[in-house]
């Protein structure tokens, strides 16, 4: 069902932009992608409902990643920047998934995996900065870590944005000259999730379009009924 869930929503995506041409994708991995580590529990001791077992879950969305990647760059021939955003659920098994996928595309030039244990990651594209944090831990230090961590990007840009997962419900605040934009969800409701009440959110995706000198131009989802 993840899969089929993934992969459709990509599918969608390139459809409603099969007219464009990109100078670059950025497809962000990890933010609790797996549920669990090897042991069933979170990093943080949680326990989680799983319907695979370990080894199948590790396949089975690895196998996912790599058709997703390919998917994005047979259609739009143009270099994909991967980073990797280690999550409170499974920040160990998402590094493993991060370093098979960099030896599966070693060859490749035009796909780049960072897989860097840092917890944040950075890229300029042209007048935009972008910020990539999972936001277990930062909270509400984050609007000001980026002019920190990278000083010199902040003063190179006009407008800057993180993106972040860990809850998921879509949220978008504005502060310290930074937007920081938390993403919706399409994982569905476990036991946790139903015993606290969380059944409200919308299952979709999102994904942004950025002008080089613009900024943000459009704002596209992919709602899973």
């Known amino acids: 069902i993840a899969k089929n869930r ?42 989680q409902d799983c319907d695979l077992k370990y080894s199948g879950m590790f396949e089975k969305g690895t196998e996912t990643i790599i058709e997703i ?9 143009c270099p994909i920047y991967i980073p990797l955003v280690q999550g409170n659920h499974s920040g160990y098994t998402e590094y493993y998934m991060a370093q098979y ?3 599966w595309y070693r ?5 780049i995996i960072d897989a860097t244990p840092n917890p944040r990651k950075y890229l300029k594209f042209g007048n935009n900065l972008f910020g990539f944090s999972h936001n277990a831990d930062e909270g509400k230090r984050l609007d000001g870590i980026m002019q920190v961590e990278v000083p010199q990007l902040w003063g190179e840009t006009i407008e800057r944005t993180w993106f972040t997962g860990h809850l998921h419900n879509e949220n978008v605040i504005t502060g310290q000259g930074v937007f920081i934009r938390q993403a919706p969800t399409l994982c569905g409701t476990d036991v946790w999730h139903k015993k606290k009440g969380y059944v409200q959110n919308i299952y979709r995706t999102q994904s942004f379009i950025y002008n080089y000198n613009e900024g943000l131009t459009d704002i596209q989802y992919v709602k899973v009924l």
């Not at 060859?107 to 796909?111: G, K």
């Open 6 to 47: 993934l992969i459709e929503s990509t599918k969608k995506y390139i459809i409603k932009n099969k007219d464009k041409q990109f100078k670059q994708i950025i497809f962000c991995i990890g933010q609790d992608y797996f549920n669990a580590e090897a042991t069933g529990f979170t990093i943080g001791g949680t326990k």
């Open 69 to 77: 990647i390919d998917m994005w760059f047979e259609k739009f021939k």
């Open 101 to 103: 996928l960099k030896a």
């Open 107 to 111: 060859n490749e030039d035009y796909i």
